[in-house]
């Protein structure tokens, strides 16, 4: 996502329940001149969750989140976030976010930017706290401009909190980031929700998805395709993972019963099933050289690649 942060006008926060989901999309249609980003689209997220919305390039997901921040307006249905139209300046202090790539001057300070956006919202965070929440204590009086890809991350993500918002969007806020950066903001993105805070969350790392959300959401060529929490979705596609050196070619493999779905990766096959055991012992009898077999449940990656592999060849079926 490009886009430039949105600031929210000085508003009083009454800070009352919001009564439904604290964000929703009804029958949201967006279109970019012909290409229909969104089509008829109903989404909703529940107070206190952590929805990941998940898509490929293109899918919708970009386009779903700037309407729920109030950056588009939607060619056809409503949105609202807290009760009431991202737009106005009362829900956009209960609002943070943090868009994949965002514009802020980098002759600021990291300091400097957090009091920026504190000033913005009627109780943010104390300083210190917010700093002591994105890992930013050691470089509070840095420039932004000097700055390394994965401190900005940071950054961005104390911006997104020093407001103490009720509902919070993180696009891709991993990005860029080591190992145990990653997991460390892990730890404090589910200490957003313990808080009570909502998240919506999109991301391309399906592993963060699993270990962060209470649900997710599919959404592929405008439409959802699947809503569920990780293990449901898991539930929706094939069970098991089989993978092994194998003399069979790709064809062989791929005709036995019970196969939906093998691909070559370097020397290895990798085969999706609903059921291994059938599986192996036709592998086991056909190869005597069957070698390195690992059987493994199908996990979230999977479960993706198959929903949005699957309504790729409904489409190019309908259209052939």
Avoid at 282 to 305: I, K, Q, T, W
Wanted: charged share 25%.
């Amino acid at each position: 996502m490009t886009a430039t942060l949105a600031l929210p006008q000085d508003y009083p926060n009454t800070g009352r329940p919001v009564p439904g989901p604290v964000a929703s999309l009804r029958g949201v249609g967006f279109s970019y001149g012909q290409v229909k980003a969104l089509q008829h689209v109903d989404f909703d997220v529940r107070p206190g969750e952590l929805v990941a919305l998940l898509g490929p390039n293109g899918a919708g997901k970009t386009t779903a989140v700037h309407l729920l921040l109030g950056l588009l307006k939607p060619s056809a249905g409503t949105v609202s976030v807290c009760g009431g139209n991202p737009v106005h300046s009362e829900v956009r202090t209960r609002i943070g976010a943090m868009l994949q790539v965002a514009k802020v001057p980098e002759t600021l300070r990291v300091k400097e930017h957090i009091d920026l956006f504190s000033s913005y919202y009627p109780q943010p965070l104390p300083l210190p706290q917010t700093l002591a929440i994105a890992g930013l204590e050691s470089i509070g009086d840095r420039l932004f401009g000097e700055l390394s890809g994965g401190q900005r991350q940071r950054v961005l993500f104390a911006l997104a909190l020093c407001g103490d918002p009720d509902v919070v969007f993180l696009d891709e806020p991993t990005v860029g980031l080591d190992v145990e950066a990653r997991r460390t903001l892990w730890v404090e993105i589910r200490n957003l929700v313990a808080r009570g805070k909502t998240v919506l969350l999109t991301t391309h790392y399906l592993e963060e998805a699993d270990a962060l959300a209470d649900r997710v959401v599919v959404i592929h060529q405008g439409k959802i395709i699947a809503e569920g929490t990780p293990a449901e979705i898991k539930q929706q596609t094939a069970g098991k993972l089989i993978r092994c050196l194998s003399r069979l070619d790709i064809e062989t493999v791929r005709s036995l019963p019970g196969v939906l779905e093998v691909a070559r990766d370097r020397d290895a096959i990798e085969i999706r099933a609903a059921e291994a055991e059938p599986i192996l012992r036709e592998l086991f009898a056909r190869d005597p050289h069957l070698a390195n077999v690992e059987v493994s449940s199908a996990g979230l990656e999977e479960a993706f690649l198959a929903l949005t592999q699957d309504r790729n060849a409904e489409t190019k079926s309908r259209r052939a």
